[in-house]
């Protein structure tokens, strides 16, 4: 099982980006994809999540409005749009995968996988 996590970088505020999960030895079917985000010196927070059909999504407050989760089966791949970027935003981006039914912003102990984390940096 493996997810890759990509598309960080640094932008000004204000910037978009859109960072990929790829996910391969998983049967997508039943699992949840979602983001996390932790920047230094803080806990990891939920940011978005969204069920195989794209029927559910959430989205933490932070960044309701601004982000936007989607996700490709056909191609094992998760997508979180990111507009409007703050400073608050900066953080180490992480894809994950659940086999459970996440309501709300969802624990982290409650997804069974993780990419290795993809680093935002937006500028003032």
């Known amino acids: 099982v493996q997810l890759q996590a990509s598309g960080g970088g640094l932008v000004q505020s204000g910037g978009s980006l859109r960072l990929s999960c790829v996910a391969s030895?998983?049967?997508?079917?039943?699992?949840?994809l979602g983001w996390f985000r932790q920047a230094p010196g803080k806990e990891r927070e939920g940011v978005s999540w969204?069920?195989?059909?794209?029927?559910?999504?959430y989205y933490a407050d932070s960044g309701k409005g601004r982000f936007t989760i989607s996700r490709d089966n056909a191609r094992s791949t998760m997508y979180l749009q990111m507009n409007s970027l703050k400073p608050e935003d900066t953080a180490v981006y992480f894809c994950?995968?659940?086999?459970?039914?996440?309501?709300?912003?969802?624990?982290?102990?409650?997804?069974?996988?993780w990419g290795q984390g993809t680093l935002v940096t937006v500028s003032s």
């Open positions: 994950a995968a659940s086999r459970y039914t996440i309501v709300g912003p969802g624990r982290p102990e409650l997804f069974d996988h």
């Open positions: 030895g998983l049967n997508l079917e039943y699992y949840t």
């Open positions: 969204i069920t195989y059909s794209g029927a559910r999504t």
